[in-house]
């Protein structure tokens, strides 16, 4: 449970940098690219002393897939930065939590993953997460038709498929090919990839560097590595199990995000967030009760 808990900050620190990126004026897009070297550097300063990198062929097939996923990564952020611009942050968001009904569902019915035997109070807590993090995500604001155009409305639905696509094939990969050891190499991969592709872009783009920017993307960067490494310690914590693993996490994630946002930018919620919020807690309590028996 240290490791979901740690991914969840993880993950919370993530969506605190991108508040402050627009408090401070930050490059948003520059902030991002920097980020990925960023993750390559924490990554190589964790491992020590390299000698697991030393080992790595390309012939590797687990480093074929990182080095696609770090194209998907960045193109992933690139359709969520369109959809929070032509919907909603609010859009943009539920599309991406809802997302992980993917990995859930992959994890069942094609790994066949089962870390324990499910009870119906399981699978009860799977669809309370489901349902909690639509409520406690919902704003009543409604979304000027005459703005959209075309495939724009397959945006949100877009975001949904490759945010499940990516855990689901961090999934696939932790349960097939990495070792231990390999965990923490694994992320640098996905992370050097798209940084080298973001960085392609900023040249074609010809973008004036700004130094604060950087800075916001040095401090996103070690976050970011991080949110990977405690997500593929987690799965490997709990058998690779995701369909126990990322409802735990996203709720997880719902939660401390909501208490951080009342506490320090003062964030108001309505009833129908805040019964998202109470089925939050239920669903984490439903789907891991067996582990918080096992501590009582």
Not at 22 to 34: E, G, L, R
Not at 123 to 137: P, R
Not at 221 to 241: E, K, M, R
């Amino acid at each position: 449970m240290l490791d979901i808990l740690l991914c969840v900050l993880m993950n919370v620190g993530i969506f605190i940098c991108f508040r402050l990126f627009s408090t401070f004026k930050m490059d948003t897009f520059q902030a991002i690219v920097f980020n990925y070297v960023t993750c390559v550097i924490t990554g190589a300063v964790f491992m020590g002393d390299g000698s697991a990198l030393g080992d790595i062929t390309i012939d590797e097939p687990w480093v074929l897939i990182a080095l696609a996923l770090g194209g998907i990564f960045i193109g992933t952020f690139y359709l969520m930065a369109i959809t929070t611009q032509k919907f909603s942050m609010t859009v943009s968001s539920i599309s991406a939590k809802m997302s992980l009904i993917i990995p859930v569902l992959f994890s069942i019915f094609l790994l066949d993953i089962q870390s324990r035997p499910y009870t119906w109070l399981n699978y009860a807590g799977m669809v309370l997460a489901l349902a909690a993090i639509f409520m406690s995500s919902y704003k009543e604001k409604k979304i000027e038709a005459n703005k959209l155009k075309g495939l724009d409305l397959f945006l949100p639905l877009l975001v949904f498929i490759f945010g499940g696509l990516i855990d689901s094939s961090i999934n696939y990969t932790n349960y097939y090919f990495l070792t231990e050891r390999e965990s923490a190499v694994f992320p640098m991969f996905i992370f050097a990839s798209a940084g080298v592709i973001g960085i392609f872009l900023l040249i074609s783009n010809r973008r004036k560097l700004s130094l604060i920017s950087f800075g916001g993307g040095a401090v996103l960067g070690v976050v970011n590595y991080f949110s990977i490494y405690f997500l593929i310690t987690s799965l490997s914590a709990f058998s690779n199990d995701g369909a126990i693993v990322y409802p735990l996490i996203n709720v997880g994630i719902i939660i401390f995000a909501a208490g951080l946002s009342v506490a320090f930018f003062k964030e108001r919620f309505s009833r129908l967030n805040q019964a998202g919020l109470v089925l939050a807690v239920l669903a984490i309590i439903f789907i891991s009760y067996q582990e918080i028996l096992a501590i009582l």
